[in-house]
Structures are given as structure tokens and as C-alpha cells.
């Protein structure tokens, strides 16, 4: 079992920063990928950008590609999520992930093995 859980979230303007956590718990937190991924109201999750377990390794989906950076701390077992020049469209849930699955050009295809938090709220106002 993965427990993870994230915060850092809250409401901003446009053009705002917010630095989303994630902090897991359980299994062995550095043998995972992680992603944040993000649901916004009336649609469905969608991948934001992952890391690999060594931290040498970034995807990001496009909309947030130049915006966003994700990183880790395996020392910590947290994962963070640095939003910059964020927009309304960026209005959602994020939820961190451990995951075990496959991503291949900004889809991600679960595995059994995945654990997911919470998530936290996110509003951007214009």
C-alpha cells in the first residue's frame, strides 16, 4: 500500500504560482513513477506530467509544457508540483499518483498496481 497525500492547492488569479505536494507513505515511495494528473468539472482526468524514479526523466502533457515542473525528493517521499503563469483552464482537482503504468504521448494507462490521493482544488480566476 501507497498512502499519498497532497495540498497546496487553493484559489489564485491568472498569471499566479502555487507549488502542489505530494507526500507518500507505505511502499517503497522511489519505486515509482509519478504523475499529477487533473480533473476539471464535467470532464474526465487528464495527465498533467510524471517523473520517474531516478527524477532524470520529465513528460509533461502540452498545455502546461513551459508552465509546470514537476520533481521529487525520494529522501522525503514527496513529489511536487511548481504551477507558474497559471490560466482559468487550469481550473481543476489535481491528484498525485504512484504509478505502475504506461504513459505514451500524454496518455496513461493504468495498472492495478497504481495509488492515487485525494486530490486537491485548484481555481484559477481571471
Known amino acids: 500500500q501507497v498512502q499519498l497525500v497532497e495540498s497546496g492547492g487553493g484559489l489564485v488569479q491568472a498569471g499566479d504560482s502555487l507549488r502542489l505536494s505530494c507526500a507518500a507513505s507505505g511502499r517503497t515511495f522511489s519505486r515509482y513513477t509519478m504523475g499529477w494528473f487533473r480533473q476539471a468539472p464535467g470532464k474526465e482526468r487528464a495527465f498533467v506530467a510524471r517523473i520517474r524514479w531516478s527524477g532524470d526523466s520529465t513528460y509533461y502533457a502540452d498545455s502546461v509544457k513551459g508552465r509546470f515542473t514537476i520533481s521529487r525528493d525520494n529522501a522525503k517521499n514527496t513529489v511536487y508540483l511548481q504551477m507558474n503563469s497559471l490560466k482559468p483552464e487550469d481550473t481543476a482537482v489535481y491528484y498525485c499518483?504512484?504509478?505502475?503504468?504506461?504513459?505514451?504521448?500524454?496518455?496513461?494507462?493504468?495498472?492495478?498496481?497504481?495509488?492515487w490521493g485525494q486530490g486537491t482544488q485548484v481555481t484559477v480566476s481571471s
Open positions: 499518483a504512484a504509478t505502475r503504468g504506461i504513459y505514451v504521448s500524454g496518455t496513461y494507462y493504468p495498472n492495478t498496481d497504481d495509488y
